[in-house]
């Protein structure tokens, strides 16, 4: 059922003044109809209302509106405001009165209450399931517009403390997943990096159990590896974590002296680890033959390479230790701030 | 299992060619004289010393093969053989060895298969029903089975209106003609259509109905299998004889319970001798070592399994637009063929289209696909028509008579009913939740928020969407 008009919630009270009985009844039968409010073509002011905003050049509303406001701060009940009879509900469980009404009025009672769905191609849509008869649910979590909050000024309630860390939207996927899929990027196709990277998973929780090889460690604390299928997104940053370099080497030119580049050697960031970490896991990917054919063949072998880094055969180990070697040897040229 | 596809006639051109060359020895025999031009000198001689060849002209370009810095090293190690890529990339891994054994699923009965009871629960499925939908491809590389231990079904809303299809077909009364039930699966892509499909078969399999399936008709109607004019029709009908070979294999192997038992009883005039005393089986697999006869094969087969007193037959395909279309194969005249031109999908749409019901009852089931569907307008329309008869009779919709219609098609699908695989419940939605979590896969808590919000992340419960956003990370 349509809301019938709800003068109350206009900004600004609607001027009608009751008439008086003796007039209705000189008038003929069909104009005493229900009174009607015209609202676009009827004159918005009276015409004593002047154009200031001032409260008291403002012209009094009128004798029912005032007594309802009157009412309304006292807290008592004040006289209806609402005009017109409420047909729908008179009428509303009688068929055959119903089956009387006219047309108009019949079509606007059988419409259904925006519960047809549109049309809409879109796997995404949310066409998919037909709505059922108590109106559109559309999955919204703990959204219950009954249960207002008690708290002032807040309109869906406190969030709970503390807040989760993925309940920022930038931030709600896992920090390496979202860094992997990035480097994995190329010419800025982020949904095929999305895709690889969800088989890149795949192919890890379906893997055989990787063996640990005892000479090329993992991360302490790493769990043991009968648990990495289950917890790809673990299994990637084992792998990840594993093989990252702690530092990269800086060649400083004419600082040695000779034409001879200075070589520094500089910590990294935890990101900056990673990232070059998976830059080597990516090189070496590509540089493995691909066997099958179809669109996840990179991811399959991005999978094979993560899981030769974790069993300890990828070359991948063979790059960081050189770069730790030369970091070890290149410690003599480390600047630090002078001690006081 | 032998591939559908195969490239005829290499042997023939072999033949060909060893004519020619005879024709040709003969020749130069009649008329000997010294060729003009012979690589043979330099072929047979030493090699030339390094310093013996001159160095090219300057200015002229010279071909560098040379193994160098400037080209990158090549890969020399052998390549796959052909159709190994294909046959990766195809291949079905039903099970997972790294998921978690469930404890909680059962698998399915052949007494309470058909029952409503199970509605909203996942069901495993027996190893002798995996063997045999595995025979009739009927699981699909891109749904998920191979992230789960073994293969299970989750029997939703659909599946409980399908079985009730199947116990109206097995409930005639002996005296009344038997039912068939023709309906076409509709849905949004990614909705389950395929997999109600399998779930249909499964059904048919564990009720010992005889299940004839065909995959993909994709593969019918692109020409990558051979196909011939079948002698004395009028209109020509086209046979496909390799195909229809691997379609009689795969019926014999998934059904050799059934069709083992089943003793030929009628003479059929076949182009091979038939072993008096045979089996159904038996003839089936007669045309795995005789393609060429593939077809009379496959009538005589099916005249045999429409005799009175034999169990119902399920008929089925997956991507039905493929065949509601005109096929890539040409006529001697170089004109398409319409799809209902080749017998075997003659054959199908017959019995869709209820020209010819089976006797022994049955269900006749037809899937349409979201992701490999060429436009077919007049299956688009008899699906709306179809729709609008089940929903509101008052208001179906008109063809535009300003538009070509196919009207072969539209006879087709003129009265056929459809079944719309909508999206799951709540309700269901949660229980495949709890299988994914119980067997791994997922790795969170199964609450109440947590289900809505992926129920509405998924579409309002499109499956496939569910399985994408909570099973395989899919970001």
């Known amino acids: 059922m349509p809301p019938r008009l709800n003068i109350g919630s206009f900004a600004r009270g609607i001027r009608y003044r009751a008439q008086r009985q003796s007039q209705w009844r000189i008038q003929p039968v069909i104009r005493t109809a229900i009174p009607r409010c015209r609202f676009y073509s009827d004159e918005k002011d009276p015409p004593v209302a002047t154009r200031s905003k001032r409260i008291d050049s403002q012209s009094l509303p009128v004798v029912s509106e005032e007594a309802a406001k009157m009412a309304k701060i006292t807290g008592t009940e004040g006289p209806e405001l609402e005009q017109g009879t409420p047909i729908e509900e008179v009428v509303k469980d009688d068929k055959e009165a119903i089956s009387k009404l006219p047309k108009v009025m019949q079509n606007a009672l059988k419409a259904k209450p925006l519960d047809s769905t549109p049309k809409c191609s879109r796997s995404y849509s949310t066409t998919t399931t037909p709505t059922t008869a108590g109106g559109v649910d559309l999955g919204l979590v703990d959204f219950n517009l009954k249960t207002r909050p008690e708290v002032p000024g807040v309109k869906f309630g406190l969030p709970t403390l503390p807040i989760p860390k993925d309940a920022h939207v930038k931030h709600r996927y896992d920090p390496v997943v979202d860094q992997v899929t990035n480097l994995l990027m190329r010419h800025g196709e982020k949904s095929v990096a999305q895709r690889n990277m969800a088989l890149i998973l795949e192919h890890l929780r379906t893997a055989p159990i990787p063996t640990i090889n005892p000479t090329r460690p993992l991360i302490p604390g790493a769990p043991p590896p009968s648990h990495l299928p289950l917890n790809p997104i673990l299994y990637l940053t084992l792998a990840i974590d594993s093989v990252a370099p702690l530092l990269r080497i800086r060649s400083q030119r004419g600082a040695a002296g000779g034409g001879v580049a200075l070589q520094i050697p500089v910590p990294l960031g935890q990101r900056q680890r990673r990232r070059t970490a998976v830059q080597w896991i990516l090189a070496a990917a590509t540089r493995r033959r691909h066997v099958g054919s179809g669109k996840g063949g990179f991811a399959q072998r991005v999978a094979q390479e993560l899981i030769s880094v974790v069993e300890g055969r990828s070359g991948v180990w063979e790059r960081r230790n050189a770069v730790h070697k030369l970091g070890v040897a290149a410690r003599a040229n480390v600047v630090l701030p002078r001690k006081r | ?475």
């Open chain 2, 1 to 475: 299992m032998p591939p559908s596809q195969c490239f005829p006639g290499f042997a023939l051109l072999a033949l060909d060619r060893a004519a020619h060359h005879s024709i040709a020895s003969r020749s130069l025999l009649a008329l000997p004289h010294t060729p003009r031009f012979s690589t043979s000198a330099p072929r047979y001689g030493p090699p030339p010393r390094k310093g013996m060849v001159a160095p090219p002209k300057r200015g002229t370009k010279t071909l560098n093969v040379k193994k160098g810095k400037s080209s990158p090293s090549r890969d020399t190690t052998k390549r796959p053989a052909p159709g190994d890529r294909k046959a990766l990339r195809k291949r079905i891994v039903l099970s997972n060895n790294n998921a978690l054994e469930v404890p909680t699923l059962q698998d399915l009965h052949k007494d309470t298969v058909l029952s409503g009871e199970n509605e909203g629960l996942v069901k495993g499925l027996p190893e002798d029903v995996v063997d045999a939908l595995r025979a009739v491809e009927a699981f699909k590389p891109t749904q998920g089975w191979r992230l789960f231990r073994r293969p299970a079904i989750l029997m939703r809303k659909e599946t409980t209106l399908l079985a009730a299809l199947f116990r109206e077909v097995e409930g005639t009364a002996n005296g009344q003609a038997k039912m068939t039930v023709r309906k076409v699966l509709i849905g949004e892509r990614m909705s389950g259509k395929s997999t109600m499909l399998l779930q249909g078969l499964t059904m048919a399999f564990m009720r010992d109905w005889v299940v004839v399936n065909l995959p993909d008709a994709k593969d019918i109607t692109i020409a990558h299998t051979e196909y011939a004019p079948l002698p004395g029709s009028q209109p020509t009908q086209y046979t496909q004889d390799i195909y229809t070979a691997n379609l009689l294999s795969q019926i014999a192997k998934a059904n050799q319970s059934i069709l083992g038992n089943l003793p030929v009883t009628t003479n059929h005039s076949l182009p091979i001798p038939l072993p008096s005393k045979s089996t159904l089986k038996q003839l089936a697999e007669l045309a795995i070592t005789n393609p060429e006869a593939s077809w009379p094969i496959f009538v005589a087969l099916w005249k045999e399994l429409t005799q009175p007193g034999r169990p119902p037959i399920m008929l089925a395909i997956d991507n039905l637009s493929h065949i509601m279309r005109n096929s890539e194969y040409l006529s001697a005249d170089v004109k398409p063929i319409h799809a209902h031109d080749l017998a075997l999908v003659r054959h199908f749409v017959d019995r869709l289209a209820g020209k010819t019901p089976l006797p022994n009852g049955g269900m006749i089931l037809a899937a349409t696909s979201g992701s490999n569907a060429p436009t077919s307008p007049a299956l688009d329309f008899s699906i709306q028509v179809a729709e609008a008869r089940q929903l509101n009779p008052e208001s179906i919709p008109q063809w535009n008579p300003y538009k070509n219609v196919d009207q072969r098609v539209m006879e087709c699908l003129k009265d056929v009913g459809v079944l719309k695989v909508a999206g799951l419940t709540k309700a269901e939605a949660r229980s495949i939740m709890e299988y994914y979590a119980a067997s791994g896969m997922l790795r969170a808590q199964v609450t109440e928020p947590f289900v809505t919000e992926k129920w509405s992340l998924a579409g309002m419960g499109n499956i496939g969407e569910l399985e994408r956003v909570s099973v395989r990370l899919r970001v």
